[in-house]
């Protein structure tokens, strides 16, 4: 009994609400499965509650959290330190814990990469991006710090499209500008990978972003950060127009991949969250 050692390294979440974040079973099948003696626990943690959960979650030696809605600036002056492209993108959704000190990062634009470069090198590459929201920020200045050629953003609002440009050009070598989204939108010639990173979809199969169909060409790589349902509508379609798809499934799994590698220096197995997402969205390979 004197070699047994009770005490599970603790990591978690801190967003609200949180009952519908499928991150806690990926992360833990892929720790039973590595054999770690560790934990994942989603917590509801309201606004007003978040400088207790980061300071309980330092007296608690846990060695790291996520922060999703409402959380990822907020959480930045409670931190000792950011990352490059947590500090270019002014928002943190991971926080490692090394000796008291608190490391922010920002996986949502890795988790995509990571999930593209498994069909494309986005180095040299033209991209369109639908939507300027959190996700897309990230994203973008992923894609201009991995050598993308040039990016061009859109999205209703053209404000918060130009500040993801801005931020992108000003950051990175790529070149960025904003197209208007009015109405159905053209993919221009020389586009090689399109991404929506809008909400347009989420929990619908049949809702489409406004997208002229006939503008998506064979070769281009159509990405979709929308993890549930997996096969979008904008997916299905591309893929019957010669397109090489990409779903949101890949994203969530590597930012859970990238994430456990800061807290515990170790790589789990992304099959096994893949598995597990599906067997939670009710898909198959």
């Given at each position: ?7 599970s390294?603790l ?5 609200t609400?949180?009952?519908d974040?499928?991150t806690?079973a990926?992360?833990e ?10 934990r ?14 980061v300071?309980g979650a330092v007296?608690?030696?846990?060695v ?7 959380h990822k600036?907020?959480?930045?002056k409670h931190l ?5 492209s947590?500090?270019i993108?002014?928002?943190?959704n991971?926080v ?16 995509f990469l ?7 090198d986005?180095a ?5 991006v639908l939507g300027?929201?959190g996700?897309?920020r990230?994203i973008?200045?992923?894609l201009?710090?991995a050598g993308?050629?040039?990016?061009t ?6 404000d918060?499209a130009?500040t ?5 050009a000003?950051?990175t070598p790529c070149?960025?500008?904003v ?5 159905e939108?053209s ?10 990173a809008?909400s347009i979809g989420?929990?619908d199969?049949?809702?489409?972003p406004p997208?002229?169909l ?8 159509v990405?979709?950060?929308i ?9 299905r379609k591309?893929?019957?127009?010669g397109?090489t798809?990409l779903?949101g499934?890949?994203?969530l799994v590597n930012?859970g991949?990238?994430?456990?590698e800061?807290?515990?220096g170790r790589?789990?197995?992304?099959g096994?969250?893949q598995?597990?997402l599906?067997?939670i969205f009710?898909v198959?390979?």
């Open positions: 009994m004197a070699d047994r050692n009770f005490r390294i990591t978690g979440s801190f967003s609400p949180c009952g974040n499928p806690v990926m992360i099948a892929a720790y039973r499965h590595a054999g770690i003696d560790a994942y626990i989603n917590c509801d943690v309201k606004a007003e509650n978040l400088a207790a959960a300071a007296a608690m030696e846990w790291g959290f996520n922060c999703s809605l409402p600036v907020a959480v930045i000792d330190e950011l990352a490059q947590a500090r993108i002014g928002a943190v991971c490692s814990i090394r000796d008291g000190r608190l490391i922010g990062n920002n996986t949502d634009g890795k988790g990571a999930s593209l470069q498994s069909v494309t986005p040299g590459k033209r991209v369109l300027a929201g996700a897309a990230a973008a200045v992923e201009g710090l993308a050629k040039h990016l953003v859109t999205n209703r609002d053209p918060k130009r993801i440009a801005a931020l992108v000003d950051n070149g960025a500008e197209m208007a989204w009015d109405g939108i993919v221009a010639e020389g586009t090689d990978i399109v991404i929506n809008t989420l929990g199969a049949q809702a489409l997208i002229r006939e503008t998506l060409r064979r070769g281009m790589v990405a979709d950060v993890p549930n349902p997996p096969m979008t509508h904008l997916l591309a893929g019957a127009q397109c798809v779903d499934l890949g994203m930012q991949v990238i994430g456990v800061l807290w515990l790589k789990l197995d992304s096994v969250m598995r597990t599906q067997e009710g198959s390979d």
